[in-house]
């Protein structure tokens, strides 16, 4: 949809991450061109080779609508390995400083479905209520949606009105492909990016006052064959907590540079799809790390 759309650093995720395997046989090369039209050799799209390593250079707009601020940072993302979690494997990433919110790994499952999120490190409360959850769905269509989660009266594990009893949350997030075109970052041009966005919506119930306050984080990122994450675009509004006014965040990370290793023998795995990862399976400071640790900006 971390940001996660797959990391999308996908969200989408969002997220939306980067994962790679052999070209399944059933995928014909053919070009998106309309809705319904599969893009040819979804997995190539999303390499998760160990070692591979993604450099971006990163840009984030924050304040009220008055007072934009903006800062520059980098960030660096790496495959480390596997490990289990939740008796499952899953593959690690590692990013220095994804959205600028500092050190995190990300950590996700390829399977013949799609890849799905198992959470970060470190995480949230509600993004524990919230995973396993699916980013990305094999083969990719154009046009293509699906839901993420839809989970009710969540546990929002933070006490914002400070009347000692933690907010509850429905969640709900969603992924869509919205086609392929060029885009340009510092690493290059490239013609046939996949475009996803990933949107997911909070509704926080505040126990003290009996109001809800709805929050948005829209995440768009660009996908290359062979590469992975290019680009994304990350966008929140955090509605008025503690002052009267919302609170603009804007994050841009673009590709500088990257080492990807061709897929291998070893990542020639066709697992059965993972159980359970639909829906309902599964202040201004502390609602910033809900949704940084979303892992919505699938992929790194």
Same mark, same amino acid.
């Given at each position: ?11 989408? !995720? ?8 052999? #070209? ?5 090369? !053919? ?47 790496? #495959? ?5 979690l939740k008796g499952v494997s899953v593959t690690v990433f590692h990013d220095t400083n994804a959205g600028n919110h500092g ?23 509600? =993004? ?11 083969? %990719?269509? #154009? ?28 969640? %709900? ?6 086609? *392929? ?17 990933? *949107? ?17 984080? !829209? ?24 002052? =009267? ?7 841009? =990370? =673009?590709?500088?540079?990257?080492? #990807? ?29 809900v949704i940084a640790s979303s892992g919505l900006r699938a992929g790194p």
């Amino acid at each position: 949809m971390k940001s996660q759309v797959y990391r999308v650093h996908i969200l989408l !995720v969002a997220g939306l991450a980067l994962f790679i395997s052999p #070209v399944w046989a059933t995928e014909q090369g !053919v070009r998106a061109t309309e809705d319904g039209t599969v893009i040819a050799h979804s997995q190539e799209y999303f390499p998760d080779h160990q070692g591979n390593r993604w450099q971006y250079r990163g840009e984030l707009a924050e304040g009220p609508l008055q007072t934009i601020k903006n800062k520059f940072f980098v960030n660096e993302s790496t #495959v480390t390995g596997t490990r289990s979690l939740k008796g499952v494997s899953v593959t690690v990433f590692h990013d220095t400083n994804a959205g600028n919110h500092g050190p995190s790994d990300s950590f996700y499952r390829r399977d013949a479905a799609g890849i799905v999120y198992y959470g970060s490190a470190p995480g949230t409360p509600l =993004e524990q209520q919230l995973v396993p959850y699916q980013i990305i769905r094999f083969p %990719m269509k #154009v046009g293509e949606s699906f839901q993420q989660f839809d989970r009710k009266n969540a546990d929002f594990g933070t006490d914002l009105d400070g009347d000692g009893l933690n907010e509850r949350v429905d969640a %709900m997030g969603t992924v869509s492909v919205l086609g *392929r075109e060029a885009v340009t970052v510092p690493a290059g041009t490239y013609q046939d990016a996949v475009k996803v966005e990933a *949107r997911m919506t909070l509704r926080i119930k505040f126990s003290r006052a009996r109001r809800i306050a709805q929050w948005e984080d !829209v995440i768009t990122a660009w996908f290359v064959r062979g590469v992975g994450l290019a680009k994304y675009i990350e966008r929140q509004e955090l509605p008025p907590l503690r002052t =009267e006014r919302s609170i603009v965040t804007e994050i841009i =990370e =673009e590709l500088e540079s990257y080492d #990807v290793k061709p897929p291998s023998a070893s990542l020639s795995r066709s697992e059965a799809p993972t159980q359970g990862v639909f829906t309902d399976d599964a202040g201004d400071h502390e609602l910033r790390q809900v949704i940084a640790s979303s892992g919505l900006r699938a992929g790194p």
